[in-house]
């Protein structure tokens, strides 16, 4: 099918390709090495390169450079602006903005005022937002094409959940005009699970995945129904008040306040905006030495007054003073999973993605909402965790290197909601076993979210062996609470209690004794309706029984059962209602 | 995807059940059963499932 003229990027033949994830505080480029994504460090040697573009002198810089420049140059740096593509000047948020060049309406979209020419009796440009993506993005390629010695042509580039058309539309025409062809948006969430189930060890389950995407200046909770490895969106999230800048806004008032009782009648650096710029770098970067390291230093040339500040800080001081942020951030992950209607109980995995997903006590948190059984996926809590900051632009890789051979149509025609939106069973359907006591119980073969069509096989044990009956049934689940067992109640002992450090004097809910008796929760399967019921005669002791349900997408159902290893078998059909 | 184990045995076929074929179809899956949702279009599995989903393959079609 050749369409003459539609869309002029290049052959698929003559691609490079790269993932691409953009963010508003930083940005990665990744490509596949024998099927294995890499992230690229730009010639700064930096895999997460800040989203800035600064200018001096009619020079352009990019990235730590431009990050650098903040505190001498911020007037002609543009920093935090992705967000504002595609979006009238009224619809922005410029918290982020205030330390750096200011965004401004322009018509129907956003500007920055920046001297980007040589010369004193130079004008300064306006730049529309979509001009600065363009720009910045022509740095990202460029860094890539160095890097691979080609030219890169074509990448997949990650976008949140909530990006709409005309964001999607704009993103794409910036790329375009830095004459990047973007092959698909895909969103980040979905990034992330990509990376995670093309390790080479993964298997490939039906799970349920709470991705949380915590980065500079938003966090992104999303609940993805990952089902044959084919993922689904239950629901998502988003919060632009607790994330990375906001912890460093506690660092950044912790050590002012430090520096002014150090140095009685110092200006408060706050109050000044260079100050205020070295105050937040250096904050930001003590806040990254906490992840890894117990204790971090904080130090900075001429805080205030010209005077020179060095301090400390340790761990667990910062997860004191910072517990408001990290609470926000356990609250916004509790909300997305009771917007998919599901229970933390049903959550198989939490992906922590981006950079603020470094911080141990935000993971460690995590752990403490979701039952001992959900693996948490980060550097603090799982040793096989991939980096949070590489997540996205590996999945974006290894999109790009599935679809690279396709023509720009096909891949149109696959992503458009005739392939993509289709029914979803609600229930689950399954077949009836014994327990250990004897009872009937509600085996899961197709999960409720299960897009459709679909086909699951499993081996149910048949030790008996003999006539076996395979009752095909719906089956969902509740949470059944049980309440303990009333204890009798112990003195409270006045003097076990300890008294907190200086700023936590409320009681913390956490240390009570209540915890011990805390009711029990489990997901328990109940058997609904009855589908069908199938007849293997004359299986052997010990045997297995293989049962296939294959749902198709006009709901109908094929029912296969068969002795694993044996012949014949069974199959009946139920035609859709 | 793998077949996953169960280790649970199959009841026993009750006493004096019978069926044509040794099958009985007794319900089904309603519209009222299924929510129509929104596929990523990300991924191997994906890309195999719109590959069917295009040329109407069904999987044993496609497993050939
Ligand atoms: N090791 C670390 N420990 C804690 N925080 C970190 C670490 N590394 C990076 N961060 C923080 O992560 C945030 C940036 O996250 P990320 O790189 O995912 O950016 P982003 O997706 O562009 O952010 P945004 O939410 O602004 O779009 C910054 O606040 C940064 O300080
Ligand atoms: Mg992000």
């Known amino acids: ?577 | 995807m793998e077949a996953t184990v169960i280790p649970l045995p199959l009841p026993a076929l009750p006493e004096g059940w019978e069926a044509e074929n040794n099958f009985k179809a007794i319900g089904k899956i309603t519209q009222e059963g299924a929510t129509q949702r929104t596929l990523e279009p990300v991924g191997p599995y994906f890309l195999a499932h719109a590959r069917r989903a295009r040329h109407k393959r069904t999987f044993s079609e496609d497993d050939r």
């Open chain 1, 1 to 577: 099918m050749s369409d003459s003229g539609a869309k002029s990027g290049p052959e698929p033949s003559e691609r490079t390709t790269i993932g691409i994830t953009f963010g508003n505080s930083n940005s990665s480029i990744a490509y596949l090495v024998d099927d294995k994504p890499e992230v690229i460090a730009n010639e700064d040697g930096d895999r997460q390169i800040p989203t800035i573009l600064s200018y001096v002198d009619g020079e352009e810089y990019y990235g730590q450079q431009a990050k650098n420049f903040l505190v001498r140059n911020p007037q002609n740096t543009v920093a935090y602006f992705r967000d504002f593509l595609g979006k009238e000047f009224k619809a922005i948020d410029p918290t982020h903005n205030h330390a750096s060049s200011h965004p401004q309406e322009s018509g129907e979209t956003v500007s920055f005022t920046i001297k980007d020419k040589a010369g004193e009796e130079e004008a300064a440009s306006t730049l529309a937002v979509s001009e600065v993506a363009t720009r910045y993005l022509r740095r990202l390629v460029s860094a890539a094409t160095e890097y691979l010695g080609k030219k890169v042509t074509s990448a997949v580039i990650t976008i949140p959940t909530n990006f709409n058309d005309k964001q999607k539309a704009a993103l794409v025409a910036a790329a375009a005009a830095a004459d990047l062809e973007v092959l698909q948006l895909i969103s980040e969430p979905v990034a992330a699970v990509l990376a995670y189930d093309a390790r080479p060890e993964a298997k490939i389950e039906d799970k349920v995945i709470v991705v949380a995407e915590l980065g500079g200046t938003r966090s992104d909770v999303a609940v993805v129904a990952s089902r044959g490895g084919m993922y689904t969106v239950l629901a998502t999230v988003h919060d632009y008040e607790f994330a990375g800048v906001a912890l460093d806004k506690v660092l950044m008032d912790h050590f002012a306040k430090d520096f002014m009782k150090k140095n009685s009648g110092a200006a408060d650096p706050r109050e000044n905006a260079r100050n205020l710029a070295k105050l937040r770098l250096e904050a930001e970067a003590t806040k990254r030495a906490l992840s890894l390291g117990a204790n971090a230093s904080f130090s900075v040339e001429s805080l205030a007054d010209g005077i020179d500040f060095a301090s400390t800080i340790n761990r667990l001081r910062y997860e004191t003073i910072a517990r408001a942020v990290f609470e926000g951030l356990n609250r916004l992950v509790e909300s997305a999973v009771k917007k998919a209607g599901l229970d933390v109980l049903d959550v198989d995995e939490v992906i922590l993605s981006g950079g603020t997903s470094h911080t141990p006590r935000i993971a460690a948190n995590l752990g403490n909402i979701f039952p001992q059984k959900t693996r948490i996926l980060a550097p603090a809590t799982d040793v096989t965790a991939i980096n949070p900051s590489e997540l996205q632009a590996r999945g974006a890789a290894l999109q790009a290197s599935l679809i690279q051979d396709y023509e720009a149509e096909d891949i149109d025609q696959s992503t458009h909601a005739a392939v993509t939106t289709v029914p979803h069973v609600a229930n689950a359907i399954g077949v009836i076993s014994l327990n250990e006591a004897g009872e009937e119980v509600f085996v899961p073969v197709v999960q409720p979210e299960t897009a459709v069509p679909a086909r699951r096989t499993v081996h149910v044990s048949a030790p008996n062996g003999g006539d076996v009956l395979i009752k095909v049934v719906e089956g969902n689940t509740h949470i059944k609470v049980t309440k303990p067992e009333p204890k009798v109640k112990e003195d409270e002992s006045k003097a076990a209690k300890v008294e907190d450090a200086d700023d936590s004097d409320e009681d913390d809910s956490d240390f009570s004794d209540e915890e011990e008796e805390e009711e029990k929760r489990e997901k328990v399967w109940k058997i609904g309706s009855t589908l069908a019921e199938a007849a293997l005669k004359g299986v052997k002791k010990g045997g297995k029984v293989e049962v296939s349900i294959t749902v198709g997408s006009d709901l109908s159902v094929i029912v296969t059962a068969r002795e694993v290893g044996g012949k014949g078998g069974v199959r009946g059909t139920l035609t859709s209602a």
